[in-house]
C-alpha cells in the first residue's frame, strides 16, 4: 500500500468514527506531499479551516505559507495537520478528552508519514509530543523522540498577536534548513548532537539535542 493509499484508509476511517467528538464540525484531515521531510502539527481547525477542509488556510495559515516561502519552500511540498481534526465550537481551546480521542489517529499519521522531521505549533500541539516542555523557553529547541525529530515552534496566530512572538518564530523557522541538514547527519550517524546525553534517560527519551 502507498503512503497516499493508507492516508486516505486513515482519513475514511476517520471519518466514520462515530465515537469522536466535535462530530458536528467537519473534517480536517491534513495535506501536503507525503513524502514531506517536515509536518507541521496544528492545533484544531479554525472557522476557515472548517469552511474549506483544508489545514491552516485563515491568516494564521497565511503567515505559515509566507515563512514557508521565506524559507524557500513550498507549502505543496510540506505536511500540515492539527492535533485535533474538527472544530471546536467558537474556536476554544481543545479539550484534553479531544486531543486524547483523536490522538491514535495522529499517531497513526505520523507513522504512515514517517517525517524526518515533526514541527509542533503552538503549546498545545509541542505538549502531545512534549509534555514537560514550555513554549516559551523550547521553541526552536531541537528534541528527539524514539527516532523523530521534534522542533516545537510558536503558532503563527500567537505571532500575529505579538510583535516578540512573530521575530521568534521567523528567526526559528529559517534555521530549519539548517536543523534538518543536522538532523539528517545525526540520523545517518555521520555527526553527533552537540548536547550532552542526559544522566539518566526518561523512558521516552525527550533529550533536547542542540
Ligand atoms: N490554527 C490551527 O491550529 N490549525 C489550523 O488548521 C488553523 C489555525
Given at each position: 500500500m502507498t503512503k497516499t493509499e493508507a492516508l486516505h484508509d486513515l482519513a475514511q476511517k476517520l471519518a466514520a468514527d462515530?465515537?469522536?467528538?466535535?462530530?458536528?464540525a467537519n473534517l480536517v484531515f491534513g495535506e501536503g506531499d507525503?513524502?514531506?521531510t517536515v509536518v507541521f502539527v496544528g492545533e484544531a481547525p479554525g472557522q476557515k479551516e472548517d469552511e474549506l477542509?483544508?489545514?491552516?488556510?485563515g491568516r494564521a495559515g497565511q503567515l505559515l505559507d509566507r515563512l514557508i516561502v521565506q524559507v524557500g519552500?513550498?507549502?505543496?511540498a510540506v505536511y500540515i495537520t492539527n492535533i485535533v481534526k474538527r472544530r471546536p465550537p467558537e474556536n476554544r481551546d481543545p479539550l484534553p478528552e479531544e486531543i486524547s480521542a483523536y490522538q491514535p489517529y495522529l499517531t497513526r499519521q505520523l507513522a504512515i508519514l514517517a517525517p524526518l522531521l515533526v514541527a509542533p505549533l503552538g503549546r498545545f500541539a509541542m505538549n502531545f509530543f512534549l509534555?514537560?516542555?514550555?513554549i516559551s523557553r523550547d521553541h526552536g529547541q531541537v528534541f528527539r523522540i524514539g527516532g523523530q525529530f521534534v522542533v516545537p515552534l510558536y503558532h503563527p496566530a500567537a505571532a500575529l498577536r505579538a510583535t516578540q512572538v512573530l521575530e521568534d518564530l521567523t528567526k526559528d523557522f529559517l534555521r530549519l534548513p539548517k536543523i534538518i541538514e543536522k538532523c539528517r547527519a545525526i540520523a545517518a550517524g555521520t555527526a553527533t548532537p552537540s548536547a550532552a546525553p542526559p544522566a539518566s534517560p526518561s523512558p521516552r527519551s525527550q533529550r533536547k539535542l542542540f
Open positions: 462515530s465515537a469522536l467528538p466535535l462530530r458536528s507525503p513524502d514531506a477542509g483544508r489545514p491552516f488556510v519552500w513550498r507549502r505543496e509534555p514537560e516542555a514550555k
